[in-house]
């Protein structure tokens, strides 16, 4: 293990913001990260990068958490359990699953970040959450340096939601997560919108795992930019739940808004359809704006600094709350 000094953590986050990490150490084994805790506490942890904008230089040590490797820890007839590194690339990891007929997180694909990260904020799209088949996560206690493991239940998941944003968040490190698929008969989620539209379009009856996993990522990729040409941290904010009596008031005003039910009293607004109407779908300001194909995507174009980015996503915030009455909440973690 070697600290480094003055690191650009530029080639570390998504948005490719270049900011400067005072220490910086990579670790590749579990030992080592435990090791570590013994003389460090004060930590930033950065895996993928993926769902955070970087508006400072970090004085605490920067921990890039590169842990590798899959485990089948049992396989039945239909199902099959799996144990993931944190330092197992998202999207490769659903491939891989896809590969070998391990259904569940087809819907999922594309998604960029590290499998460490998928449980804090419960990714999801296209009808699936993560959590549907998270079975476990495993993370060291950084206060004592011991392992520990949070069952489903006790992940608290909610939409975009953990227990790791909440009460747990800075007391532990993700170190794996481990994941029930299917090996058969598969419970395919083909509900979503525009997943339907490509199926019939493509005259596919019974789809395959392989079949919603290449929808989806030319969905994605039609839509999303790639964080390798421009730097974004996809979603920036969670769609706003409101209730259906605001709705309705809404709905006089402005005849078009969409929604989605999610109880008898509540609905889900698209947040990309509110910043759209807004007039900020393409807008660009210097090297940084509004992506021009999904509202719901903040992009630096080469250069930007975090402050910049974040000073938009609040003019953003304020502008929907003046026309529309609902605060916009920002996905992304801000630091």
Sequence with gaps: MEIQHNISLKDYNTFGIDVNAKRFISIDFLYNLQQLLKQEQELFVISGGSNMLLTRDIEALVVHLNLKGISIDNEEERFVDLTVNAGENWHEFVL???SLNYGGIENL???PGNVGTCPIQNIGAYGVEVKD??????AVEIKTGKLVSFTNEECEFGYRN???KNQAKGKYIITSVSFKLTKNI???NTTYGAIEKELEAKKIITPTIKDISDIVIAIRQSKLPDPKEIGNSGSFFKNPV??????????EKFPTIPCYGISETEVKVPAGWLIEQSGFKGKRIGNYGVHNKQALVLVNYGGATGEEIYQLAK???KTILDKFSIPLEIEVNVI
């Design 96 to 98: 891989w699953c896809i």
């Design 109 to 111: 694909s594309l998604i």
């Design 133 to 138: 088949v998270i079975t476990k996560v495993n």
């Design 162 to 164: 953990s227990i790791f």
């Design 186 to 188: 598969h419970n395919l």
């Design 242 to 251: 409101i209730s259906k009596k605001h709705y309705e008031t809404l709905l």
């Design 315 to 317: 003019l953003i915030q």
